[in-house]
């Protein structure tokens, strides 16, 4: 009897108990009450009357340990049991998980988008380093031109033919080398420019441009294409002006004002009491860049414009500083997804 009690003691001690099915197992096979336990005591009688003393000793240490074994894992097991549906409480109210908002720039980047694929423009995209060829001299910009001066453009040490693009009119260039006429599409795009940063200037931006190729494409479909997008960004009031200008890339060249839509032509301190906004630079693509992107220009014409997504956007929320569109605060940012 002895040697059975120390062989059930070490099997109580080696017993596994990690769930509560284990944990019942092992009360129903050691403590039930036809349990090994109750059974040892039921053969207890049967001992030899001067081993009584010690044996029984043993049978109730057995017995305790049996029972402060199932007490221990009862409580570690109940309280695991209970932190875990702490967890799992269905009644709690959730995380509150914000929604963000779609950043200034896009909604604008997108609505300048849904405005020209309304008449036909498909977008187009390039990179954003480019060489030379795509950025200056496809573009007909000469070789001394200021822009290609450390100044203005970022280039990378190694080589002065790569460059981080200066505008989008290097996917004009691309897209012409790749495409047969007729052309029409705009390409949105960030760009860089070696500039300190100030409430009206940065470093970084984003343009988008437009470039249209056809047999007989006018001066006038530039200024009708032109007049159509600023009424649908702007509202049906807004009217433009063409100012000439130059650009190495188109002849002839305009600049393009809308009519101040703070002030209504007026005058105010947005528009600088001119009643005027400078919203983008435009022209008829120059024979020259027709060529070397392979178009034949004695077949072909077109037009092409570039304008700032910052400007517009600038001038649609009436925000008066650049920087805040880098910042990313998001009490700024939440402002605009109502707006459209
Ligand atoms: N690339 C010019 C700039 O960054 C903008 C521009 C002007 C684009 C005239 C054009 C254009 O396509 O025809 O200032």
């Known amino acids: 009897m002895q040697e059975k009690i120390n062989q059930i003691l070490k099997e109580i001690e080696a017993y596994k108990i990690e769930t509560q099915e284990e944990l019942e197992q092992f009360r129903i096979k050691f403590l039930a009450k036809k349990g090994i ?13 001067e081993q009584r003393k010690e044996i029984g000793q043993k049978l109730n240490d057995l017995k305790i340990n049996a029972q402060e074994k199932l007490n221990i894992y009862k409580s570690t097991i109940e309280n695991s049991v209970t932190s875990s549906s702490e967890t799992l409480d269905l009644s709690l109210p ?13 909604i604008v980047r997108n609505e300048i988008i849904s405005i ?35 100044q203005d453009t970022f280039f990378i040490e190694k080589s002065p033919d790569v460059a981080l693009r200066t505008h989008t009119s290097s996917v004009q260039v691309r897209v012409m080398e790749s495409t047969k006429p007729p052309i029409r599409t705009i390409s949105p795009g960030r760009v860089f420019r070696n500039e300190a940063i100030s409430a009206r200037a940065h470093c970084i931006f984003h343009q988008v441009e437009g470039l249209y190729i056809d047999k007989n494409v006018s001066f006038a479909d530039l200024k009708q294409t032109l007049l159509y997008f600023s009424k649908e960004m702007f509202g049906e009031k807004t009217q433009i002006r063409l100012r000439p200008s130059y650009f190495p890339f188109t002849e002839p060249s305009a600049e393009m004002d809308i009519s ?40 072909y014409t077109g037009f092409a414009f570039g304008m700032g997504i910052e400007r517009i956007t600038q001038q649609k929320y009436k925000t008066k500083d650049l920087r805040m569109y880098f910042e990313n605060d998001v009490r700024f940012l939440r402002q605009f997804e109502q707006a459209l």
Request: net charge negative; glycine share 10%.
């Open 37 to 49: 336990v109750a059974d040892l005591f039921d053969n207890f009688k049967n001992v030899a009357a």
């Open 94 to 106: 959730s995380d509150f998980n914000e929604l963000g908002a779609r950043h200034p720039l896009s």
């Open 116 to 150: 020209f694929s309304r008449i036909g423009f498909t977008v187009s995209e390039g990179p954003e380093i480019e060489n030379d060829w795509h950025n200056f001299s496809a573009l007909n910009f000469p070789e001394e031109h200021p822009a290609r001066d450390m």
């Open 260 to 299: 101040c839509d703070i002030c209504g032509g007026a005058g105010c301190n947005i528009c600088k009491y001119s009643g005027w906004v400078e919203i983008l630079g435009c022209g008829m693509v120059d024979p020259n860049v027709l060529e070397n992107c392979g178009i034949d220009s004695k077949t």
